[in-house]
């Protein structure tokens, strides 16, 4: 009985050692969080090439309308002001499917130009355009906020910039 009794002792404590080991917890842990952790990582640099791409199109919308507003002695000022908006944009996929330029003059759309932009390079001649008056060029580009593929219940994105300048 009392070697049953000091094995039951011995198992106990063993037992007991066992169950006060926390060997393996840092690693379960770890294993548990690290899907979240790398989730929300992703998501803020999505989110961050998402503000990167809006401040290219700004700056090229900028030059875009700058290149317009002082457009008036040349053929095809808008056709010009696409080219420097499309120029401007290096770092943005600037196929027409996707970066879209429009062209206002006095707030009414001119060269061809639609509200929202359309993927056709506007056209207008230069003697349309006067001296104290507004011009304006809208660029919109598509943003993509997807993570892993899966868009999580965000709607597709567009990001737009307008820019206004008077004709010189």
Request: aromatic content about 6%; glycine content about 8%; hydrophobic content about 40%.
């Amino acid at each position: 009985m009392a070697v049953a009794l000091a094995c039951l002792r011995r198992f106990r404590s063993r037992m007991c050692a066992c169950a006060r080991d926390q060997r393996g917890q840092a690693l379960i842990e770890f294993a548990l969080i690290a899907p979240v952790l790398l989730l929300v990582l992703t998501a803020i640099l999505k989110f961050g090439v998402a503000l990167e791409n809006k401040e290219e199109l700004t700056s090229s919308a900028r030059a875009g309308v700058r290149q317009l507003a002082l457009g008036r002695s040349s053929a095809d000022p808008c056709a010009r002001a696409y080219t420097r908006v499309t120029d401007s944009a290096s770092g943005l996929d600037t196929s027409t499917s996707k970066l879209k330029v429009a062209t206002f003059y006095d707030g009414s759309p001119i060269g061809g130009s639609t509200d929202p932009p359309s993927s056709t390079p506007p056209t207008c001649p230069g003697y349309l355009l006067f001296s104290g008056h507004d011009v304006k060029v809208m660029v919109t580009y598509p943003c993509d906020l997807k993570v892993f593929g899966r868009d999580f219940g965000l709607p597709s994105c567009t990001l737009t910039s307008r820019t206004t300048e008077r004709v010189e």
